[in-house]
C-alpha cells in the first residue's frame, strides 16, 4: 500500500471549515484514497473516500488533485466533537483489502 | 452499517496470563480484522481472520502468542497469550461490509498488563 504523509497537528475554530492535507505521491491507479477519525477512547470511524472524483457526503468533502498525489479532507463547519485524530489511509477497494494506519493529524477544534 | 460488539471493555490481567477478546458482529461479513493500538500510538494490523480457514498474521505478530478463532460469519476471537506489559494496549476488531460504508471498528478492549 502507498504510504501517506499528514501533518501531526492542526487548529481549527469552532464553526470554520476545517481543511486536512495528505500526501500520498506514490499512489498506485487502482488505490483509493480513505478517511477515518478517532475520537479519543473510540475505534475509528469512517468518514469519506474516493478514487479520483471529489466527494460529498453528510460528514465532509474529500478533494483529490488532478494527479492523485494528495487529497485534501474538508469538514465545512467543524464543532467541538470533531476533534479526533484523522487519519488518510491509501488502500485497494473491497473485502480482501486491508487498512494502514499512518500516524494521522491530531484537530483540535477550539470555541 | 454493522453494529461491533466486543468484550470486555477493559481489563487488568497478570503478567503470564492469556485474554481472550471476542468480537460478535451483527451481521454476516466475510472478513474480520484485528488491530493493536500502543499508548499512543496509531493501529497496526495484527492480523485478517476469513471464516473457515487460518488466520494471516502480519509481519511481527504470530499465531502462538495471537491466536485468532473465526467459528462463523458474525463471530471471532482474539487471545493475547502469555502476556507481558508490553501486551498493554487497545485491541480493536474491524469489519468490512463491502460497498460504500468503509470499515466499521469496535470500540476497543483496553488491556493492562501489570
Known amino acids: 500500500d502507498a504510504k501517506t504523509t499528514q501533518p501531526p497537528s492542526m487548529d481549527c475554530a469552532e464553526g470554520r471549515a476545517a481543511n486536512l492535507p495528505c500526501n500520498h505521491s506514490?499512489?498506485?491507479?487502482?488505490?483509493?484514497v480513505y478517511w477515518y477519525r478517532q475520537i479519543h477512547s473510540q475505534g475509528p470511524q469512517y468518514i469519506i473516500h474516493g478514487l479520483k472524483n471529489n466527494e460529498t457526503n453528510e460528514m465532509a468533502s474529500l478533494i483529490i488533485t488532478e494527479d492523485r498525489k494528495s487529497s485534501t479532507l474538508i469538514l465545512p463547519h467543524a464543532t467541538l466533537r470533531d476533534t479526533a485524530v484523522y487519519y488518510c489511509i491509501v488502500s485497494l477497494y473491497g473485502t480482501a483489502s486491508k487498512l494502514t494506519f499512518g500516524t494521522g493529524t491530531r484537530l483540535q477544534v477550539t470555541l | 452499517s454493522a453494529v461491533i460488539s466486543q468484550k470486555p471493555s477493559r481489563d487488568i490481567c497478570q503478567r503470564g496470563t492469556s485474554l481472550t477478546i471476542q468480537c460478535q458482529v451483527d451481521?454476516?461479513?466475510?472478513?474480520m480484522f484485528w488491530y493493536r493500538q500502543q499508548p499512543g500510538q496509531s493501529l497496526t494490523l495484527i492480523a485478517t481472520?476469513?471464516?473457515?480457514?487460518?488466520?494471516?498474521?502480519e509481519s511481527g505478530f504470530v499465531i502462538d502468542k495471537f491466536p485468532i478463532s473465526r467459528p462463523n460469519l458474525t463471530f471471532s476471537t482474539l487471545t493475547v497469550s502469555n502476556m507481558s506489559p508490553e501486551d498493554s494496549s487497545i485491541y480493536l476488531c474491524?469489519?468490512?461490509?463491502?460497498?460504500?460504508?468503509?470499515?466499521?471498528f469496535g470500540s476497543g478492549t483496553r488491556l493492562t498488563v501489570v
Open positions: 474491524s469489519v468490512d461490509e463491502g460497498g460504500a460504508g468503509g470499515y466499521t
Open positions: 451481521s454476516q461479513v466475510t472478513m
Open positions: 506514490t499512489i498506485s491507479g487502482n488505490e483509493y
Open positions: 481472520a476469513n471464516q473457515g480457514s487460518e488466520a494471516t498474521y
